[in-house]
């Protein structure tokens, strides 16, 4: 069986940052349901083209992909598992900002099969944070890092 690794982009943020050049924009709900829409319509287009394969590895980037509803976040991957065939031991990551987190989402992450977790903070230091144009602290990775170990998340990027 050939390998397949599956990049899911989405492309929503709260604001942009300052530095930033990847393709990334707000949009209110509708426009965030509809792409996401596009994209389970988009699996079920492309699983049965690959059948002769198995998923070792799906990364879920942006992007913010944490600030998509996180009800949204669990139908994609329930299309990734009806779709693909996907390694029982497959690492599943999901690209996340602090300040779009929170207990409930971190749990049906979990619950959703996502077992790894890229967290980006670009610094520690709360005058880089303002300049850089990010929405949270660095007290809220804290906070969001430390629910994330207590919900199960042991492969955590930084
Ligand atoms: S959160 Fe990331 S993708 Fe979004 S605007 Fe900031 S740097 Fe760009």
């Known amino acids: 069986m050939k390998n397949l690794e599956i990049y899911i982009h989405?492309?929503?943020c709260v604001k942009k940052c300052e530095y930033c050049d990847f393709l990334s924009f707000p949009a209110d709900d509708a426009t965030q349901l509809r792409y996401v829409k596009g994209l389970m319509a988009e699996m079920i287009f492309y699983g049965p083209l690959m059948r002769?394969?198995?998923v070792s590895t799906v990364y879920i980037g942006g992007g913010t992909p944490s600030w998509l509803n996180e009800e949204w976040t669990a139908a994609l991957m329930e299309?990734?598992?009806?779709?693909?065939n996907v390694a029982e031991d497959a690492e599943i990551s999901i690209e996340c900002n602090p300040g779009t987190l929170s207990r409930d989402k971190l749990l049906c992450y979990r619950d959703a099969g996502i077992n790894r977790l890229s967290i980006g903070l670009q610094s520690a230091n709360a005058?880089?944070?303002k300049l850089l144009g990010r929405i949270h602290t660095f007290?809220?990775?804290v906070t969001n890092y430390e629910v994330a170990r207590n919900v199960g998340f042991k492969?955590?990027?930084v």
């Open 155 to 157: 492969n955590i990027n």
């Open 79 to 84: 299309g990734v598992f009806e779709c693909f």
């Open 10 to 12: 989405t492309p929503f």
């Open 127 to 129: 005058d880089e944070l």
């Open 52 to 54: 002769d394969y198995q």
């Open 139 to 141: 007290e809220q990775f």
